[in-house]
């Protein structure tokens, strides 16, 4: 999927927009979720759009507001185990159905999700 750009091939920073609204729309449903996010999530909301127009090829605009994404640092402050780890991609992958990714971007876009989460785990059950 190298030969062509994910953002521009989706709809560039309009289908973004629409991912990240829909994502957030079932964070602020989640009764688990919803309080591991801050009270306003414009700024979450904001930083997530620039994030991922970024990573999918779009315009560099969170290195040039924020620098190097450092993405798992970011989250260290918040508690992730498994099961939140589950229930976030479980919304981010019903988002990017409910908005309409198109194949290949949609498996390219699942598969990147379901690492990238894997990678933000910071609290582990204990080893029995």
């Known amino acids: 999927m190298n030969e062509f750009s994910i953002f521009e091939?989706?709809?560039?920073?309009?289908?973004?927009?629409?991912l990240v609204d829909e994502f957030y729309a079932r964070i602020e449903r989640d009764e688990v979720l919803r309080p591991i996010f801050p009270a306003d999530l414009e700024s979450g909301k904001r930083w997530q759009f620039l994030?991922?127009?970024?990573?999918?090829?779009g315009p560099?605009?969170?290195?040039?507001?924020?620098?190097?994404?450092?993405?798992?640092?970011?989250?260290?402050?918040?508690?992730?185990?498994?099961?939140?780890?589950?229930r976030w991609l479980t919304h981010m992958l019903a988002a990017i159905d409910a908005v309409g990714i198109a194949e290949p971007a949609r498996s390219t876009m699942r598969e990147y999700f379901e690492r990238g989460s894997e990678f933000m785990i910071n609290v582990y059950a204990p080893q029995e």
């Open 60 to 86: 560099a605009r969170y290195q040039q507001e924020r620098g190097h994404p450092r993405l798992r640092m970011r989250h260290m402050p918040f508690p992730i185990d498994a099961n939140v780890r589950q």
């Open 51 to 57: 994030f991922l127009t970024q990573f999918f090829g």
């Open 9 to 18: 091939f989706v709809g560039g920073d309009e289908k973004f927009k629409q």
